[in-house]
């Protein structure tokens, strides 16, 4: 019976520690796809092959650039030029947030127990004391006013940021159909030609055609003080580190220069924020 008993708790031991290991497993292969993933995408030779090739992959061109019907397809296929804003929650969740939030808990807490201290008064007693049922109103109204205000406020702020980025539109210099104009960034494709000097912030993922004393500040993205020297000869295997190669959000500090936008959203960018755990 010992040696049952036994075996029957080593079975339950098995059953329990089943799922758990399973759930591992699943956390694994999870966590392995997502590497994977950012591998993939390091594996890139578009700082490493010809420029002629290059440009002919994107079908563009150093001296025309693309056409406009290039553009509108390309618009059409990949959409803007921008970073996919994070989702929003519904408004009426941020209007309970803040009614239920925090502090207003507990002022609910003290009003519902008001309420229910009036009721059992109430039915204890012919002259039940009606402070209980003000005090609890009280607590009410207040957690409304105050939540209502909250919200209000908060909204009113996240619509004066939101009119702060369409103020002023960041423009770059593009060169279509031979001839260079002034762009919105959310309007740029893949294979545009576009110049950048001193002062700008590079609009997307970028390989340099041409340039004079081009110098960037990679300090947001590697963490790197000195800015950092770009020249259209100089390659290296590894992308972030070829000196042909300029990422979106790094900012031009010194020089001009010509390049070939490779990718509208820096998944380079993103890549190396996870580089730690590759």
Known sequence: MKGSSEDGATAV???????????SQRH????KTTLDD??????????????????????????????????LE????????????????????????????GFALLLWAAAIMSVVAYGIQQATSDNGDVSNLFLGIVLIAVVL????????????????MKSFLKLTPECTMVLRDGRRSQVEVDRLVVGDIVDV????????????????????DNSSLTGESEPQSRSANGHHENPLESRNMAF????????????????????LTHAEDCGGRL
């Open 13 to 23: 031991e098995e059953v329990v520690a089943l799922p758990k290991r399973k759930t």
């Open 28 to 31: 694994s292969r999870r966590k």
């Open 38 to 71: 950012l591998r993939r995408e390091m594996r890139m030779d578009e700082h490493l092959i010809p420029l002629q090739d290059l440009m002919a992959r994107f079908g563009t061109s150093q001296e025309h650039g693309l056409t406009e019907q290039q553009v």
């Open 74 to 101: 390309l618009r059409r296929r990949d959409g803007p030029n921008a970073i996919t804003p994070p989702k929003q929650l519904p408004e009426f969740l941020k209007f309970l947030k803040n009614m239920v939030g």
């Open 145 to 160: 006013v105050t939540g209502a205000f909250t919200y209000y406020q908060e909204a009113k702020s996240e619509r004066i």
């Open 197 to 216: 000097t001193f002062g700008d912030r590079l609009p997307a993922d970028i390989r340099v055609i041409k340039c004079s004393g081009f110098k960037v």
């Open 248 to 267: 979106y959000s790094t900012s031009a500090v010194e020089g001009v220069c010509v390049d070939l936008l490779l990718y509208r959203i820096s998944t």
